[in-house]
C-alpha cells in the first residue's frame, strides 16, 4: 500500500497567529504516538504570509483517517476553529519517485 502525504494549509485569523502554532507544537508529540504516522512537520510561511502549513506522511489511508478521529486532532480543532481565517486547505497526495534516491520523494 502506498504512503499517503498530507498538505495542510492553516491560516490564522490576524493577531491569532501565535496562538494557532502554539496549539499546532502542543498537539504534535501527541499526533507523532499515533499508529502510522510517519511524519507531522509544521511549517511557517515566509515573506508577509502568515500561513502556516503541516506536511505529514501517513504509512496508509487507513492510517490518516484513524487519525482524523483521533483524540489529537479533535482537540487541536477545538483550540483553533474559532482563531482561523476560512476554513483547512487539505490535500492528500501519492509520492512519484524521480531523481536520486532519498532525494525524489518525501
Request: with cysteine.
Amino acid at each position: 500500500m502506498s504512503e499517503i502525504i498530507v498538505v495542510a494549509t492553516i491560516s490564522p485569523k490576524p493577531g491569532e497567529e501565535a496562538a494557532v502554532r502554539n496549539a499546532i507544537l502542543s498537539a504534535i508529540p501527541k499526533v507523532h504516538d499515533e499508529p502510522g504516522c510517519i511524519a507531522y512537520a509544521l511549517h511557517e510561511a515566509t515573506g508577509d504570509s502568515t500561513d502556516l502549513v503541516m506536511i505529514e506522511k501517513w504509512e496508509s489511508m487507513e492510517a490518516l483517517g484513524t487519525h482524523g478521529s483521533a483524540p489529537a486532532l479533535a482537540e487541536l480543532g477545538a483550540a483553533i476553529g474559532e482563531l482561523l481565517a476560512g476554513p483547512l486547505d487539505v490535500k492528500t497526495f501519492t509520492a512519484v519517485a524521480a531523481g536520486q534516491d532519498g532525494k525524489g520523494t518525501i
